[in-house]
């Protein structure tokens, strides 16, 4: 029973999700509603996630108050960055400087660069295809100076454990890291990171909470567009 109510609020979800985009689709600019990245523009291409928790603020909300607390980077890396959600939302925020983004999927990578112009930052973001060991190697053994501060987000569907090998964590000692590790995809990874990095990290493990209505409340306004 609690298999079939799960698949069928999933199935609400994603045709709610689709009507979303349907009503939005003619307009080129959305506001998210709130959150930690209230306020920016977003377009209705949404890759490998829905669009309507984007737009309410509360997609991977279990993220929102460390986002809020973080420190300004010279370099923010996002590996599996899809439509932008990070890329442009950290650069939005001025929270980085300046962004790589890296995403495999052709419509993902126009889609972040079409959400950056939306946001005036594309001239801080630079968008790539496939992320590998070597390109993650080199951008962290470019850093101009001790003090240069480097951020990596990461949501890549399992690959988290063949690009953070122990060669690649050496060289994030000094940076500031958020990656979702993907246990049906690459078993023990979680713990393995965890192992390698608690030498030179606080490793702070985050468990997904539930969401609710006062998590989308409106601010001060009927509806964002």
């Not at 698949?7 to 506001?31: M, N, Q, T, Y």
């Not at 377009?43 to 809020?68: C, R």
């Not at 994030?172 to 590790?181: G, M, S, V, W």
């Not at 990874?189 to 606080?202: D, G, K, N, Y």
């Amino acid at each position: 029973m609690k298999y079939f109510r799960t698949l069928l609020f999933r199935c609400i979800f994603v045709i709610g999700d689709a009507c979303v985009k349907l009503l939005l689709s003619r307009r080129a600019c959305i506001k998210v509603w709130s959150g930690p990245f209230a306020g920016m523009c977003w377009g209705t291409h949404a890759v490998g996630s829905e669009l309507t928790p984007k737009l309410f603020g509360t997609y991977e909300k279990e993220l929102a108050e460390i986002i809020e607390h973080l420190p300004v980077f010279d370099l923010a890396i996002d590996i599996g960055a899809a439509e932008g959600w990070y890329a442009v939302g950290l650069l939005y925020r001025k929270i980085a400087r300046s962004v790589v983004a890296f995403e495999i999927i052709g419509s993902g990578q126009k889609a972040c660069r079409d959400n950056a112009e939306r946001n005036a930052v594309a001239e801080h973001l630079e968008v790539r295809g496939e992320c590998s060991v070597g390109e993650l190697q080199r951008l962290l053994e470019s850093r101009p100076r001790p003090d240069f501060r480097v951020l990596i987000v990461s949501d890549c569907e399992g690959c988290e454990d063949e690009l953070f090998v122990p060669s690649v964590l050496k060289l994030c000692r000094e940076a500031h890291l958020l990656i979702e590790t993907h246990e049906s995809q690459a078993p023990g990874t979680h713990l393995r990171m965890a192992r390698e990095l608690e030498s030179s990290h606080r490793v702070i493990h985050i468990k997904p909470v539930r969401r609710s209505r006062a998590d989308a409340a409106f601010p001060g306004r009927a509806t964002p567009w």
